[in-house]
């Protein structure tokens, strides 16, 4: 094979999917490589999948004949709060308010395909029922859809994250193996690629041992999903404009606010002053206790400790509310 140009630039989009059974893609594709593309300096392959676990297991962590292969890994993470405000405002023209913006964050996350279905004519709310609540809404499905095209196994992953969403503050692998009966390998691999593609997060609390660490259910759209999408009656089309100010809607965003905060360490350090400052973080809870003197103690909360190398903690307390917040007397004694 010959070609008369100094560069080639080709691009192969969602490459797992060229690797279906018996066709020994990956074998065909490590053979051209190594035996022609990687001796040819004008070739450049860029190739990309929404497949996480494939992307990470049989192409970056190859070890056959495309192990050292990779020249560079590109994470594409979604938006941030900010990045996700001038999308919707300078691309799309939506007019939103900050307060607007966290709430699409809340429900979509940051992710540009679910932003770019808004439409401007067309209030939040109503944008929202649209896209997830009205018939043949376009969103209604993503969910299942989501899961089968990223994990092979994906009723076991979704056994996992639907465990997780009952239980917002967390569970150990020991609570997620007997709530989900999954045990040994097959779930470690579950909870590895569910934490790679930042459906979860797992951190261990202080003077707790790394067997006890805590996963947590992170996924913005998933949340959403399992709390209001998935039992929905299918007949009521304003669902999410009739759930305005109701209980159940304003609980959700307490906790979708908490997680906006945990998806925004960043700039939440950047903002303190301490970003180059290494820390750890991670929330801290205890249950009402008797301590060894007889004394009753009522148990108590912290959203979000960031322990810091330098011997300081920032001890953060997360609240959504629509207008100015102060902290009273009756919070700090839940502190």
């Known amino acids: 094979m010959s070609l008369k140009k100094d560069k080639v630039t080709v691009f192969i989009d969602e490459l797992p999917w060229m690797d279906t ?41 190859d070890r056959g004949g495309l192990y050292g292969r990779i020249t560079r890994p590109i994470y594409l993470a979604p938006f941030t709060l900010s990045e996700t405000g001038q999308y919707l405002n300078d691309v799309k023209k939506m007019g939103y308010g900050k307060k607007q913006i966290l709430d699409v964050y809340m429900i979509f996350g940051g992710i540009p395909y679910y932003l770019d279905m808004f439409d401007k004519k ?25 899961f089968r095209s990223l994990f092979k196994d994906s009723i076991n992953y979704r056994k996992v994250i639907e465990v997780l969403s ?14 989900s009966g999954l045990t040994g390998g097959e779930l470690s691999k579950i909870l590895s690629n ?16 790394e067997r006890n660490q805590m996963y947590q259910l992170t996924d913005m759209f998933s949340l959403f999903y399992l709390k209001f999408v998935k039992n929905a009656p299918r007949q009521d089309e304003q669902f999410w404009t009739a759930m305005l100010n109701s209980g159940k809607r304003n609980a959700w965003s307490g906790y979708a606010f908490e997680q906006v905060c945990l998806h925004h360490i960043p700039q939440i350090k950047k903002k303190l002053g301490i970003t180059g400052i290494l820390s750890n973080v991670y ?19 912290i959203d979000l400790i960031i322990d810091r190398s330098d011997g300081v903690m920032n001890l953060c307390e997360m609240k959504y509310s629509s207008g100015e917040f102060s902290i009273d007397k009756k ?3 839940m502190l």
């Open 122 to 146: 067309l209030p939040l709310t109503v944008n929202v029922d649209k896209l997830l609540f009205a018939a043949n809404a376009p969103l209604r499905t993503e969910y299942d859809f989501l």
């Open 194 to 209: 569910l934490t790679s593609c930042d459906f979860i997060r797992n951190y261990v609390a202080p003077k707790k041992k």
């Open 283 to 301: 929330a801290w809870s205890v249950k009402p206790f008797v301590d060894s003197n007889g004394g009753e103690w009522p148990g108590g909360q």
């Open 21 to 61: 059974n018996k066709s020994n893609f990956r074998t065909a594709l490590a053979s051209f490589w190594n035996n022609w593309g990687n001796r040819k300096p004008i070739l450049k392959l860029y190739v990309c999948g929404s497949a996480t676990t494939w992307m990470v297991d049989k192409l970056i962590g």
């Open 166 to 179: 009952k239980k917002l503050s967390g569970l150990t692998r020991e609570d997620i193996s007997r709530e």
């Open 331 to 333: 919070l700090m004694s």
